[in-house]
T-cell receptor, first 113, second 111 residues
């Protein structure tokens, strides 16, 4: 069966520090991968998605970037965090080639101080 | 671009009362999905509807897709504390592999 992992679970970082969040999927190949951010009490904002290794589409211009160095690994990064980067970061996957249901990881809670 | 409007933003109910959330679109939808996010948790897929007028049930949850495929609803009968959370609708766009999400409805059980 397929599983999705995210780490760390929680993170407190100072403004201006770098960020690296990792997401990995097991038990499937060539998934579509997604990064979302959710502010407290709010909806889901799509940040990036990827349909293959090295293929990244950005939905929101900001100081975040994403990379997909391996088929089942998706990384969210920042060189310098802003206060507004605080939130709940969720990684999700769907089966490639038309999979419609998204399966979410447990998320990372990021607090920028 | 495609948008889905979800209402209400919050709904406070007494335990045992019913709950309903609605999603509406100005354009015809090819499908609609529903997800539940428990407090502190991640969204979990509940169901997908694709046919005009479709009605599906999962125990106390009833999902409907409108005849014109422009609206959908989720109704919970006799709410329980385990139903607490935020319910999202979402539409899959096969043009770009994305889900277009509603803003969510938060179900709150009054003490």
């Amino acid at each position: 069966s397929q599983t999705i992992h995210q780490w760390p679970a929680t993170l407190v970082q100072p403004v201006g520090s770098p960020l690296s969040l990792e997401c990995t999927v097991e038990g499937t190949s060539n998934p579509n991968l997604y990064w979302y951010r959710q502010a407290a009490g709010r909806g889901l904002q799509l940040l990036f998605y990827s349909v293959g290794i090295g293929q990244i589409s950005s939905e929101v211009p900001q100081n975040l970037s994403a990379s997909r160095p391996q088929d089942r690994q998706f990384i969210l990064s920042s060189k310098k965090l802003l206060l507004s980067d605080s939130g709940f970061y969720l990684c999700a996957w769907t089966p490639g080639q038309g999979g419609e249901t998204q399966y979410f990881g447990p998320g990372t809670r990021l607090l920028v101080l | 671009g495609q948008q889905v409007m979800q209402i209400p933003q919050y709904q406070h109910v007494q335990e045992g009362e019913d709950f309903t959330t609605y999603c509406n679109s100005s354009t015809t939808l090819s499908n609609i999905q529903w997800y539940k996010q428990r407090p502190g948790g991640h969204p979990v897929f509940l169901i997908q509807l694709v046919k005009s007028g479709e009605v599906k049930k999962q125990k106390r949850l009833t999902f409907q897709f409108g005849e014109a495929k422009k609206n959908s609803s989720l109704h919970i009968t006799a709410t329980q504390t385990t139903d607490v959370g935020t319910y999202f609708c979402a539409v899959y766009m096969d043009s770009n592999y994305q889900l277009i999400w509603g803003a969510g409805t938060k179900l709150i059980i009054k003490p």
